[in-house]
């Protein structure tokens, strides 16, 4: 009887000394499990920027690696699929039939690994930093009124602004320093795979003169383009859309002045300096309106689409970005209806 209860007992205990450590190497196991995705998500990360900067080095640049750890990725995650995926033979490197497919692939795998982390980052208030981009020109018009909306709206968020062109906060929304923009492009613009654009409104620009200088009947774009111009320095959307324009008719941009800061640039025309290209609204509100003047074009009539843009993965901070397109918008509307 004794012998019978003492082998039981012995027994339970092995039972259980074994259960546990088989709970630990299961426990174990799968954190090296759990490891291994993360590399192969990581692998694939490193995958998709070279395709999508086109360079190594842009590429780490872009995911804060070096270019080694980018190449060392690359080569694992080719390891693991048992094919090369890129033609190492050209300069700059290119992908292989076979690489864009599993780069059509890895965009889908990346946008549900996304999704997933919305999934549970959404649930979380939102605190902490939301970093906007938006052009100067913009920042004029509606940045004010949204910023303090939104601060009532979202007391826990602080808002850092960032100013630059529409081109550059694309740029850095797609490496991740900025969490959303407003910028002025084209309607029908096309943004990068990874960037939500959308339109939330309209802005018109005018070709402004000094009064002096108004014509005093409509004319085109060819009877007075040889007055110059006084524009932003390269990179501004505005400057690009009218030499598109001026291209097209077979004219030259003559530019006079190149500043930033568009009251600066009213100012140097009002002066005689030469035309400007500006969002109304910046006119209207002016210290210089009253001594300029709208240049009666009839083959020029600028608007340009405000967009708001930002990352597919947002977070818990989706509805403040949500909020501040809203705003901005907003802002926008009343700003053109006053003028």
Sequence with gaps: ???????????????????????????????????????????????????????????????????????????????????????????????????????????GILREMDSLRELVASDTPPSGLLRLGVPQTVGDVVLLDALKHLRAEFPDLRAQVLTGWGSNLIGKIEKGELDAAAALFPAGKIFPENIVGESIGKMELVVVCAKAALPKKPVKLSDCYELGWVLNPDGCGFRAGLQRTLTDQGLSLKVNLETFGTELQLG??????????????LLERSAHREQLAVMPLKDFKPVMDLWLIYPRFLGNLQGPVAAFGSLVAESLRQTRDAA
């Design 268 to 281: 140097l025309v009002a002066d005689g300096m030469g035309l400007g290209l500006v969002p109304r609204p």
């Design 1 to 107: 009887m004794h012998l019978i209860s003492f082998w039981r007992m012995d027994s339970t205990r092995c039972a259980w000394r074994y259960g546990l450590i088989g709970i630990m190497l299961f426990d174990y196991f799968q954190t090296l499990l759990l490891c291994a995705v993360r590399m192969k998500i990581d692998d694939i990360d490193a995958f998709v920027a070279v395709i999508r900067c086109q360079s190594i080095s842009l590429a780490a640049e872009s995911l804060d690696l070096t270019q080694p750890a980018i190449t060392r990725r690359v080569q694992n995650f080719e390891q693991a699929l048992g094919v090369e995926l890129f033609d190492r033979n050209t300069k700059p490197l290119k992908p292989t039939s076979m690489g864009l497919q599993v780069y059509q692939k890895c965009l």
